[in-house]
Antibody, heavy 121, light 113 residues
Framework: EVQLLESGGGLVQPGGSLRLSCTAS????????MSWVRQGPGKGLEWVST????????YYADSVKGRFTISRDNLKNSLYLQMNSLRAEDTAIYYC??????????????WGKGTTVTVSS | DIVMTQSPDSLAVSLGERATINCKSS????????????LAWYQQKSGQPPKLLIY???TRESGVPDRFSGSGSGTDFTLTISSLQAADVAVYYC?????????FGQGTKVEIK
């Protein structure tokens, strides 16, 4: 069974930074693209970023481009999201998700439980 | 961006009755080279992460009860719960993975009448 465990969330002031981590198990991590998806309080789901299996190509939502950086370490079965210049509208639960293939034009087939990021002064 | 519009926003159905959720995309999700519709459905119960139900518009994920079915092609898609159970109370989302960026519908809340 695939397990995705996020960490690194917390309370941060506007303009601050956080680094989210996700550790994967029960899968061959290096074979799958991975994505971050977020959900604001009482809101729907918003795709944030995707990194392909090899780690050489990344994609970002316009709302986070230039502020967030996705990366992965296939030797450590880990996914990361470096979040800089945080804004109140970035407040959300951030889910680590597994894409069902190595490329990003595929469905998400597994989700972590999420980590909460709150941006507030 | 491809806009995904679900209808209705919420519905209340009696136990054992059929629930139907619609999802309309602003452009076709059918990729002609493989004849696949790049559309998935997810179920999110309160306080939980979403769970994959259906992919390629009509393929049921392993372990998903067969009362859940997906249909449609091109721009119009439907998720049907053939006989609603108490365990099906949740918000349901469609998501397209055809275009960049991938986008979700706004969600449909299903409750028991």
């Amino acid at each position: 069974e695939v397990q995705l465990l996020e960490s690194g969330g917390g309370l941060v002031q506007p303009g601050g930074s956080l680094r989210l981590s996700c550790t994967a198990s029960g899968m061959t991590f290096s074979k799958n693209a991975m994505s971050w998806v977020r959900q604001g309080p009482g809101k729907g789901l918003e795709w944030v970023s995707t990194i392909v299996a090899g780690g050489d190509t990344t994609y970002y939502a316009d709302s986070v481009k230039g502020r967030f950086t996705i990366s992965r370490d296939n030797l450590k079965n880990s996914l990361y999201l470096q979040m800089n210049s945080l804004r109140a509208e970035d407040t959300a639960i951030y889910y680590c998700t597994k894409v069902a293939a190595g490329t990003w034009y595929y469905y998400i087939d597994a989700w972590g439980k999420g980590t909460t990021v709150t941006v507030s002064s | 961006d491809i806009v995904m519009t679900q209808s209705p926003d919420s519905l209340a159905v009696s136990l054992g009755e059929r629930a139907t959720i619609n999802c309309k995309s602003s452009q076709s999700l059918l990729y002609s080279s493989n004849n696949k519709n790049y559309l998935a459905w997810y179920q999110q119960k309160s306080g939980q992460p979403p769970k994959l139900l259906i992919y390629w518009a009509s393929t049921r994920e392993s372990g998903v009860p067969d009362r859940f079915s997906g249909s449609g092609s091109g721009t119009d898609f439907t998720l049907t719960i053939s006989s609603l159970q108490a365990a099906d109370v949740a918000v349901y989302y469609c998501r397209q993975y055809y275009g960049s960026p991938p986008t979700f519908g706004q969600g449909t809340k299903v409750e028991i009448k």
